[in-house]
Nanobody
Framework: QVQLVESGGGLAQPGGSLKLSCVATGASFNFNAMGWYRQAPGNQRDKVAV???????EVADSVKGRFIISRDYAKNAVYLQMNNLKPEDTAVYYC???????????????WGPGTQVTVSS
């Protein structure tokens, strides 16, 4: 059974940094995409950054130049280095892993439980 385990959230001051980590356990394959989404109270869940297998990146305009996504395929992990944090980055951050399926395996999306990131002075 695939599970995503997140860590690294917490409280940071404006201009500070945090690094989120997400490790997928129980998977014998690499995911087609892994990345991060976030949801602030009263808002929808939005894509922050995703790295596709092969290295292509999808990064939200609001975090370009500040957040860096990376994957470790050997560990089946994805990371989000968040720099120059702003109060508007405050949200619950969710890790997502996408399996687009094979002839022998149905497609499936997996989500982590979420980790709170709060940016405040």
């Amino acid at each position: 059974q695939v599970q995503l385990v997140e860590s690294g959230g917490g409280l940071a001051q404006p201009g500070g940094s945090l690094k989120l980590s997400c490790v997928a356990t129980g998977a014998s394959f690499n995911f087609n995409a892994m990345g991060w989404y976030r949801q602030a109270p009263g808002n929808q869940r939005d894509k922050v950054a995703v790295e596709l297998s092969g290295g292509a990146l999808e990064v939200a305009d609001s975090v370009k130049g500040r957040f860096i996504i990376s994957r470790d395929y050997a560990k089946n992990a994805v990371y989000l280095q968040m720099n120059n944090l702003k109060p508007e980055d405050t949200a619950v951050y969710y890790c997502k892993a996408e399996d687009w399926g094979t002839p022998h395996r149905d497609e499936h999306d997996y989500w982590g439980p979420g980790t709170q990131v709060t940016v405040s002075s």
